[in-house]
C-alpha cells in the first residue's frame, strides 16, 4: 500500500513540476515575442557577387525603408582555381511599403548597390600599381567592384517564433559587365552578366 502512496506522490510531483515548467517556458517564450527588435541584423546570402556563401551585419534606418550592411564572403579554390575573400558594404532601399499576405509582409521591389573589395596577389584596386602591366592594359579594376541590383523580401512579421526572419531575393549585375553589355550587345547576353542571389536575415 505504502509503495502504492509513494508512487501516486512521485507521479503528482513530475507532473507539477512539468506544467511548472511548460508554463516558464510559455512565459518565456511570450516575452521574447512581446520583446520590441532593434534595428539591427545579422545576415547570410548565397551568391551575388560577395562569393559562394557570405555572412554579415547590418543596420535599418529611415522607418525600416534602408538597410545598410557590411559582409564578408568566400569563394571555393574548385570554383574559382584559388581561394577567394571579399568584404562588401551593400545599401538596399525599399520604395515601396510591404504588402500584407496573411502571415506574411511582402516588400515586392527593393533596389541597391554594393561596392566589394577581393584580396589576394592577381586582384588590384588600379593597375598603376602593377608593374607587370601597361597603364590601360584593364580598362577596370580587379579588385574593387561595384554591384547593382533590384530584388524583393519576405518578413515572417506574423508567423509565431519566427518574426526576427526575412527571407530576400535579387537579381543584379557588376558595373563593368553592365557597361561591356551596353557597348557590346551582340557578344554578351543578360543571362551572361546578371546572377540571382538569395539570402536570410535575423533581426536582432
Known amino acids: 500500500m505504502k509503495g502504492y502512496l509513494y508512487m501516486l506522490l512521485l507521479g503528482c510531483f513530475l507532473l507539477s513540476k512539468t506544467a511548472f515548467s511548460q508554463e516558464v517556458a510559455d512565459s ?58 571579399t568584404v562588401a558594404v551593400k545599401s538596399t532601399f525599399f520604395p515601396v511599403k510591404p504588402v500584407p499576405v496573411k502571415t506574411l509582409d511582402w516588400q515586392p521591389l527593393s533596389l541597391g548597390m554594393q561596392i566589394s573589395y577581393t584580396f589576394g596577389d592577381d586582384f588590384f584596386a588600379s593597375e598603376r600599381f602593377l608593374a607587370r602591366y601597361p597603364n590601360r592594359y584593364y580598362r577596370f579594376s580587379t579588385a574593387i567592384h561595384y554591384y547593382l541590383f533590384a530584388g524583393g523580401q519576405v518578413n515572417l512579421v506574423r508567423v509565431e517564433k519566427l518574426r526576427r526572419f526575412s527571407g530576400y531575393y535579387e537579381v543584379g549585375t557588376m558595373g563593368e559587365y553592365l557597361i561591356s553589355y551596353i557597348q557590346n550587345p551582340g557578344y554578351l547576353s543578360p543571362a551572361k552578366i546578371f546572377n540571382l542571389a538569395l539570402g536570410v536575415k535575423m533581426r536582432l
Not at 554579415?56 to 525603408?65: A, H, I, L
Not at 545598410?68 to 579554390?77: A, E, I, K
Open 28 to 85: 518565456l517564450a511570450q516575452e521574447e515575442e512581446e520583446k520590441p527588435l532593434t534595428p539591427y541584423y545579422l545576415k547570410a546570402q548565397f551568391a551575388g557577387s560577395i562569393g559562394l556563401v557570405s555572412v554579415g551585419v547590418g543596420k535599418q534606418s529611415f522607418n525600416r525603408r534602408l538597410e545598410t550592411d557590411f559582409s564578408f564572403g568566400y569563394l571555393p579554390q574548385k570554383l574559382a582555381g584559388d581561394r577567394l575573400y
